[in-house]
C-alpha cells in the first residue's frame, strides 16, 4: 500500500508539472517567449477593473515596427523572426518590475502599465524606441535597422476594447506623421 500511494503521488506530482507547462505555453509567444493575446486580454480587464476600484492610473502602449513587411521582403522570414525576438528582448529590458508586455499580434506589442500614468508611459516607450533606433539587429552577416512607432492611452476606461482602440489610433497617428515616434491620447 505505501509503494502504491507513493507511486500515486508520483504521478500527480507530474501532472501538476505538465499542467502547469501547459498552462506557461498557452499564455505564450512560441517565437518570443513574451506573453500572448490571450494572456494580454486577461491582464488588461484585470488591470482595468483594478485601476477603477482603486482609482489609480494605468496606460496601454501599442508597439509597431515600422516597415516590418519590408523587412520581411528584403531580408526572408528568418531575419524579421531574428527581428521580431531582438525586439522583445529590447522591450524586456526596457520594461518596470510590474510591467505587463505581449506580443498582440504580427509585429504589434502591447505593454500594460499598472499605477502609471502618462509621463512614466512615455518614459518606458521612449525608453524601448530609443534602444530599438540605436542598435541594428544582424542577420545573415546584414545590419537591418529597426525603428519603432507607438501609441499610448491612459486609462482605465469603461472598457478595455475602448482603451487599446485609443492607443491604436495614436499609433496610427504616430505612423502618418512620419514613424519612429510615440504618440498619446
Not at 491612459?154 to 495614436?170: F, I, K, R, T, Y
Amino acid at each position: 500500500r505505501v509503494g502504491s500511494a507513493f507511486h500515486i503521488k508520483k504521478l500527480q506530482d507530474q501532472l501538476q508539472q505538465r499542467n502547469a507547462e501547459l498552462d506557461r505555453i498557452s499564455r505564450t509567444d512560441g517565437l518570443t517567449g513574451l506573453f500572448n493575446r490571450r494572456h494580454l486580454d486577461e491582464e488588461l480587464t484585470r488591470r482595468n477593473t483594478d485601476s477603477l476600484r482603486h482609482g489609480e492610473a494605468m496606460c496601454v502602449l501599442l508597439l509597431d515596427l515600422d516597415h516590418f513587411k519590408h523587412i520581411n521582403d528584403a531580408y526572408g522570414h528568418p531575419a524579421g523572426d531574428l527581428v521580431l525576438r531582438a525586439f522583445a528582448d529590447r522591450m524586456r529590458h526596457g520594461l518596470r518590475a510590474g510591467d505587463i508586455a505581449g506580443r498582440w499580434g504580427g509585429e504589434e506589442f502591447l505593454i500594460i502599465l499598472p499605477r502609471t500614468d502618462l509621463a512614466g508611459a512615455i518614459e518606458v516607450a521612449e525608453r524601448i524606441r530609443s534602444a530599438t533606433a540605436v542598435q541594428a539587429v544582424t542577420a545573415q552577416g546584414r545590419e537591418i535597422s529597426v525603428r519603432v512607432s507607438g501609441g499610448c492611452a491612459l486609462g482605465p476606461a469603461d472598457s478595455v476594447e475602448a482603451l487599446v482602440q485609443l492607443a491604436d489610433q495614436c499609433l496610427y497617428r504616430a505612423k502618418d506623421s512620419g514613424r519612429n515616434r510615440i504618440i498619446t491620447a
